[in-house]
């Protein structure tokens, strides 16, 4: 026997998931950045960082190697005072916004051109540089390495080309080791410098982290090592040597 519509009864929840079958959708977060007070100048001692939800670029870690070049450029600022400064897969932006606290003359923080990143950029330069974002001594660009200048809809090089470029923890992007020195190479100014810093986060793949070295040789590039230091490893639950995993190394290039 048929039964009429009338006659069947349905738990409209029969199809709905669990509120613990998936876990929660990360949120974006922040945390504090505490600049060395010896050299603090300018701006705040504790930077506010936000930090975008969980992101396949990994922009969601504030990582080891930004911090430690923020604190780099907070004890040289003859590098970069009234000079132009671009910043190429800036995530939290530490280090592009020291230099816009310290006196540069302009400062361009790029990352890949998907809006929570550019807009997390944004979020930090307003909670620890708002008058230079107010005045455009600090602007956002969303950029692909490798981009020629005449296909972006607004050239990076308004103030000509590039006195100081900074690179924090990109090494890992290893198809990307050309884009990166090719953007380099055609942004820098003569006597223009990079500052690079990094980690071997998975030890085994250390190698091809420096395979960058051998390709910025191939783009005309001098690679001067600055320093190591020793952090605590980002993820310490991870296999392979601390040691490796908790070194971040600081490197200039120039050509």
Not at 36 to 52: A, Q, R, S, T, Y
Not at 178 to 202: D, F, P, Q, R
Request: hydrophobic fraction near 40%; include cysteine.
């Amino acid at each position: 026997m048929i039964q009429s519509n009338e006659e069947l009864e349905f738990d409209n929840n029969m199809f709905a998931e669990p509120e613990d079958f998936r876990p929660p959708t990360p949120e974006p977060t922040t945390t504090t950045f505490r600049r060395n007070p010896k050299f603090v100048e300018n701006g705040p001692v504790d930077m506010i960082v936000h930090l975008p939800a969980k992101h396949s670029l990994w922009a969601h870690k504030l990582w080891n190697a930004g911090q430690s070049l923020a604190n780099y450029l907070d004890e040289h600022k003859d590098m970069y005072k009234n000079r132009n400064v671009l910043e190429l897969g800036a995530a939290a932006s530490l280090p592009s916004i020291i230099c816009a606290l310290n006196g540069a003359k302009k400062v361009v923080s790029t990352d890949y051109p998907d809006q929570p990143l550019i807009q997390n950029i944004i979020l930090n330069a307003k909670a620890n540089a708002k008058e230079q974002f107010d005045n455009e001594t600090f602007v956002v660009r969303g950029y692909i390495w490798g981009q020629d200048e005449g296909e972006l809809d607004e050239p990076l090089t308004k103030d000509g080309k590039f006195d100081l470029i900074l690179l924090a923890d990109l090494i890992f992007n290893h198809n990307q080791h050309s884009n990166m020195l090719k953007t380099c190479k055609e942004m820098l100014s003569a006597n223009g410098i990079v500052l690079m810093t990094y980690s071997h986060h998975v030890v085994h793949r250390a190698s091809k982290d420096m395979v960058f070295f051998d390709v910025a040789k191939e783009f005309g590039f001098t690679c001067e090592k600055l320093y190591e230091q020793r952090w605590d490893p980002m993820f310490p639950e991870d296999s392979g040597d601390l040691d490796v995993r908790s070194t971040v190394y600081g490197w200039k290039l120039y050509l």
